[in-house]
């Protein structure tokens, strides 16, 4: 039930305590005191282990197909790698039960970018533009017919073309044509496009 606001002439003391208790019924409700009431009154839940924090969980690295060198059951540019919770950490499993882990169950499986390959070995590619560029294999194997008889017609066009397609299928630049990628090894020197996604985390820059 709301205070009746006195009539008449008011103090500047009495407006006063009247703002205060304002201010103090808003930061009681509002504040961290607050959301404890809040959180003792309708219950804490319990969080999901795909929501932890990094550093509160540690996934597995993934099982690599060794034909593909991508991981296994690479789906639509994703695979899933199994992730267990910390010890002492309780949260609510795939099969959303709620579980106190002790660092050995599997809590979430974490997606995880893979890439889609069909067959082009980048070893293969580098190859023969290294040392049959001038005749256009290298055109021929990434599936470029036209290009790579062009080159074979104009002997790589009198070597500068060997030159600048070795250098763009070295850098990656240049792959097969139907849109896949090179197979290289995981663990391989392969080129990394960088993306900001929600995981991104953003040092404060520290200004003198």
């Not at 639509?76 to 499993?93: L, M, Q, R, W």
């Not at 390959?117 to 294999?137: D, H, R």
């Not at 055109?139 to 073309?161: H, N, Q, S």
């Not at 030159?163 to 044509?177: E, N």
Request: hydrophobic fraction near 40%; charged fraction near 15%; include cysteine.
């Amino acid at each position: 039930m709301a205070a009746a606001w006195p009539s008449g002439p008011v103090s500047p003391e009495a407006v006063a305590a009247h703002l205060l208790a304002v201010l103090w019924l808003v930061a009681a409700t509002t504040g961290p005191w607050g959301a404890v009431a809040t959180a003792a009154a309708g219950g804490d839940e319990t969080l999901k282990c795909e929501d932890l924090k990094v550093g509160q969980y540690i996934c597995k690295d993934p099982k690599i197909n060794d034909a593909t060198q991508e991981p296994v059951n690479c789906t639509n540019y994703t695979a899933h790698v199994s992730c267990f919770p910390a010890p002492n950490i309780t949260c609510k499993d795939f099969s959303g039960n709620e579980t106190h882990f002790t660092g050995n169950e599997v809590g979430f499986h974490k997606p995880i970018s893979c890439r889609n390959v069909n067959g082009y070995s980048y070893k293969v590619a580098v190859a023969l533009s290294l040392f049959l560029g001038w005749l256009g294999a290298d055109r021929f194997y990434l599936g470029y017919p036209a290009l790579g008889l062009l080159k074979f017609c104009t002997v790589g066009f009198c070597g500068i073309g060997s030159l600048i397609d070795f250098i763009l299928i070295s850098m990656q630049i240049v792959g097969p044509s139907d849109g896949s990628s090179y197979i290289i090894d995981y663990y391989g020197t392969r080129l990394t496009r960088l993306s900001i996604t929600n995981e991104t985390f953003r040092k404060t820059q520290l200004y003198p």
